[in-house]
């Protein structure tokens, strides 16, 4: 007999509704294509549904989502990655095209989806103090464009 699924239909609804828009947005930053990135935001709630129909337990929510998002990305290959910054979320962010895809998800995790270096290690694997060398790294990217921008 399978066993019961940790999450009730009415806690993944209330998952989706507190976490759909933030996974979108993160695809979206690293997937130029708006459709694809919608794809990928469903199949990772799927992925959640899935492992709480086997009977597992979420420790973190948010650090499960972004995880099952970074490797769902990660599997369609470096060809989906987005090249620019989707126009419809600004040009605040259009310093995003001159990082690495490496650099570029750091980024991304820390500074739009506000999440500590300890916790893009769980997300991503790997220790949080490179995670931090590389925050300070994007940093001193960043001071660079903008000393060339003025």
Known sequence: MPHPSIFTEED????????????????????????LSKELMT?????????????????N??????RAANKLIEERGEEVVAATVPEELGASLSFLHELSPRHRKVCILHHVDGFS??????????????YRATLRDIANRFS??????A
């Open 12 to 35: 993944f609804l209330a998952a989706y509704d507190a976490h759909a828009d933030d996974i979108f947005r993160h695809c979206h930053l690293q997937v130029a294509d708006r459709e």
């Open 43 to 59: 199949r990772t709630f799927q992925e959640l549904w899935l492992f709480s129909a086997r009977g597992n337990a979420v420790d």
């Open 61 to 66: 929510l948010k650090i499960f989502l972004f």
């Open 117 to 130: 270096a300890d916790e893009i290690g769980e997300i991503l694997g790997g220790s949080p103090r490179a």
């Open 144 to 149: 660079l464009l903008i000393a060339h921008a």
